[in-house]
């Protein structure tokens, strides 16, 4: 049994930033590299920011300079930090492996940028 909890979006206004947690459930979390998705209205999901094991990141260009990955494998957790906040970063957040595994999506959370 894999879960995957996501948590702390919110509504923050333009050039805001939110931290985002993501709470797994089951054993050799830290063996596997792990990713922030997103999914904005309309659009595909795509992969924001990911995390090797060893703790070596990438991110999407989009992201790039305001974004921050980040795991505490003592705690089964991952964190994205968001600063400088866009409107063009609304979307609903997921956390994944990455390469994403199909029934690991969990709900999300939902992070709205407007003003």
């Known amino acids: 049994q894999v879960q995957l909890v996501e948590s702390g979006g919110g509504l923050v206004q333009p050039g805001g930033s939110l931290r985002l947690s993501c709470a797994a459930s089951g054993s050799i979390f830290r063996l596997y590299a792990m990713g922030w998705y997103r999914q904005a209205p309309g659009k595909q999901r795509e992969l924001v920011a990911a995390i090797s094991s060893g703790g070596s990141t990438n991110y999407a260009d989009s992201v790039k300079g305001r974004f921050t990955i980040s795991r505490d494998n003592a705690k089964n957790t991952v964190y994205l930090q968001m600063n400088s906040l866009k409107p063009e970063d609304t979307a609903v957040y997921y956390c994944?492996?990455?390469?994403?595994?199909?029934?690991?999506w969990g709900q999300g959370t939902q992070v709205t940028v407007s003003s």
């Open positions: 994944n492996t990455q390469p994403a595994i199909r029934l690991y």
